[in-house]
T-cell receptor, first 112, second 116 residues
Framework: SAVISQKPSRDICQRGTSLTIQCQVDSQVTMMFWYRQQPGQSLTLIATANQGSEATYESGFVIDKFPISRPNLTFSTLTVSNMSPEDSSIYLC?????????FGQGTRLTVV | KQEVTQIPAALSVPEGENLVLNCSFTDSAIYNLQWFRQDPGKGLTSLLLIQSSQREQTSGRLNASLDKSSGRSTLYIAASQPGDSATYLCAVRGYAGGTSYGKLTFGQGTILTVHP
């Protein structure tokens, strides 16, 4: 199994600012993903983080709003840009090694 | 487009009961299915992974079955305990081709409360 460290665990941010969330996996994994979980909802995939190249975004999510980096096999960042209260959610990093998906503890973001 | 439905949305049981959570999906061409547990405000903990060629998986008091042809999976929890209280999520992974994995599609979850 893979252990995923995600930070920060929570933050309260002012609207119009940006927050970068970091995700570190303790072993090499094939794929990394970023999800959003809005209050009372299930998880929605934001994008697949590709090593050394641009992330692959799902419908409704764009790079300007959610820039993602993955410089190596075990580390990725998600930035939530120009935040508004609608961005208040839990953001989760996920990694897949040998078909099983693992998740970080999530970042609870509140935008005021 | 894959859609995943979980029934019931919420379940409250007394301690010691055996219970079944249900998950159905619309596209049977799945790579695997996972059951997760999520505590309030936390991330997801993987409980069981069932590959598309498997019928069931067991871990302790948990047993998950998969009927791919009918698009159904069940999670059976034996002798429930208050510590089992959490949201249980079912997720299916499709195929992406080559060496990459398709994305996970999640159900809405079942909120389980086990009271002493």
């Amino acid at each position: 199994s893979a252990v995923i460290s995600q930070k920060p665990s929570r933050d309260i941010c002012q609207r119009g600012t940006s927050l970068t969330i970091q995700c570190q996996v303790d072993s090499q994994v094939t794929m990394m993903f970023w999800y959003r979980q809005q209050p009372g909802q299930s998880l929605t995939l934001i994008a697949t983080a590709n090593q050394g190249s641009e992330a692959t975004y799902e419908s409704g999510f764009v790079i300007d709003k959610f820039p993602i980096s993955r410089p190596n096999l075990t580390f990725s960042t998600l930035t939530v840009s120009n935040m508004s209260p609608e961005d208040s959610s839990i953001y989760l990093c996920s990694a897949v090694g040998t078909a099983e998906a693992f998740f970080g503890q999530g970042t609870r973001l509140t935008v005021v | 487009k894959q859609e995943v439905t979980q029934i019931p949305a919420a379940l409250s049981v007394p301690e010691g009961e055996n219970l079944v959570l249900n998950c159905s999906f619309t596209d049977s061409a799945i790579y695997n299915l996972q059951w997760f547990r999520q505590d309030p405000g936390k991330g997801l903990t993987s409980l069981l992974l069932i590959q598309s060629s498997q019928r069931e998986q067991t871990s302790g008091r948990l047993n998950a079955s998969l009927d791919k042809s009918s698009g159904r999976s069940t999670l059976y929890i034996a002798a429930s305990q208050p510590g089992d209280s959490a949201t249980y999520l079912c997720a299916v992974r499709g195929y992406a081709g080559g060496t990459s994995y398709g994305k996970l599609t999640f159900g809405q979850g079942t909120i389980l409360t086990v009271h002493p």
